[in-house]
């Protein structure tokens, strides 16, 4: 894709999800409605819960050279042997945007040509915190009705190689293969197979080469009115398919659009039960961590079928 026509679609999808005016700054999530969510509820049939989050990573990998620091703070030795009351404690750190753990990207997180989503200045961004688009404002969480599409399934591989795209009539197959429709206010997850992947072949430098969106996918995104986008690889593809942009699909959906993207997610365990019951569509609920001013968090979304 060149320059021009990635700045072409990049106008047409900012004019398209540009905040009209009382929707504040929830984005695409003013598609997600009450009626919506409540609407949401009736696909559940079987009262199972899946995890759609990976295990946080605390050993350094070629995709994880800074992993996640958790360091036990107690009971000290002293205290497992007496007697009486003592506590376990523990301390938790990661960063937060990598590209081994399951996190979510709030608005604030994409800076291109000197603003954020809706035209807000990235000024707004200090080295404190963000003063606006953070992560504060999903502290009430996303609950909605979760769509499933498997493109592995769809080809008829176990997972698709590093570099490769999916494609808007990839997604509109897989719809139609998995007899799914993608609508209004939906959170889409897009399976490409990277968990998979790592765990059969072991990690790799993901920052070099993934599997993603062609930024031309993200019109389907547009067309369908999504409310969020999780993947379980970074949702772009390395290398970029745009020049001199290392991440289109993050700025045409997250600064054009305004929809909250998660990375890194696993489907390894709901896609199987999917594709027993023949049901592609579910419940789903997502509960960030409340850290005022932060452009991203882990996130453990939670499918409920």
């Known amino acids: 894709m060149t320059a021009d026509e990635f700045r072409a679609l990049y106008e047409r999808l900012r004019?398209?999800?540009?905040?009209?005016?009382?929707?504040?700054?929830?984005?695409?999530?003013?598609?997600?409605?009450?009626?919506?969510?409540?609407?949401?509820?009736?696909?559940?049939?079987?009262?199972?819960?899946?995890s759609l989050a990976a295990p946080i990573e605390t050993v350094p990998g070629p995709d994880?050279?800074?992993?996640?620091?958790?360091?036990?703070t107690g009971p000290s030795a002293h205290d497992l042997r007496a007697e009486g009351l003592h506590f376990a404690t523990d301390?938790?750190?990661?960063?937060?945007?990598?590209?081994?753990d399951s996190h979510l990207d709030a608005l604030c997180?994409?800076?291109?040509?000197?603003?954020?989503?809706?035209?807000?200045?990235?000024?707004?961004v200090t080295a404190e915190r963000a003063r606006t688009l953070s992560?504060?404002?999903l502290q009430d969480g996303i609950v909605g009705r979760g769509v499933l599409l498997d493109i592995p399934r769809l080809r008829g591989v176990p997972w698709l190689e590093p570099g490769d795209h999916v494609t808007a009539d990839?997604?509109?197959?897989?719809?139609?293969?998995?007899?799914?429709?993608?609508?209004?206010?939906?959170?889409?997850?897009?399976?490409?197979?990277?968990?998979?992947?790592?765990?059969?072949?072991?990690?790799w430098n993901a920052a070099k080469?993934?599997?993603?969106?062609?930024?031309?996918?993200?019109?389907?995104?547009?067309?369908?009115?999504?409310?969020?986008?999780?993947?379980?690889?970074?949702?772009?593809t390395a290398?970029?398919?745009?020049?001199?942009?290392?991440?289109?699909?993050?700025?045409?959906?997250?600064?054009?659009?305004?929809?909250?993207?998660?990375?890194y997610l696993q489907f390894e365990d709901l896609a199987p039960l999917c594709a027993q019951t023949g049901r592609w569509s579910f419940l789903c609920a997502l509960a960030p961590l409340r850290l005022p001013g932060a452009t991203g968090s882990p996130v453990n979304p939670v499918a409920v079928l």
Do not use: C, W
Not at 109 to 124: I, M, Q, R, W
């Open 170 to 203: 990839d997604l509109t197959a897989a719809e139609s293969s998995q007899g799914v429709g993608v609508g209004p206010g939906d959170l889409l997850f897009v399976r490409v197979g990277h968990r998979l992947r790592r765990t059969e072949l072991g990690p």
């Open 239 to 263: 290398p970029s398919a745009v020049e001199d942009i290392g991440f289109p699909v993050h700025v045409l959906a997250m600064r054009a659009l305004g929809i909250h993207l998660m990375d």
């Open 135 to 137: 992560v504060d404002l």
């Open 209 to 236: 080469a993934r599997v993603g969106l062609h930024p031309t996918a993200v019109g389907f995104l547009a067309e369908r009115q999504v409310a969020v986008l999780g993947g379980d690889g970074n949702n772009d």
């Open 109 to 124: 997180h994409v800076v291109f040509d000197g603003e954020l989503y809706g035209g807000v200045p990235a000024s707004t």
């Open 15 to 50: 004019r398209e999800g540009a905040p009209s005016t009382g929707d504040g700054r929830r984005g695409a999530l003013r598609r997600l409605t009450p009626e919506r969510v409540a609407k949401a509820v009736a696909e559940v049939r079987l009262g199972r819960t899946v």
């Open 91 to 100: 301390r938790f750190a990661m960063n937060v945007h990598g590209d081994a």
């Open 64 to 72: 994880d050279p800074e992993p996640a620091v958790h360091r036990m």
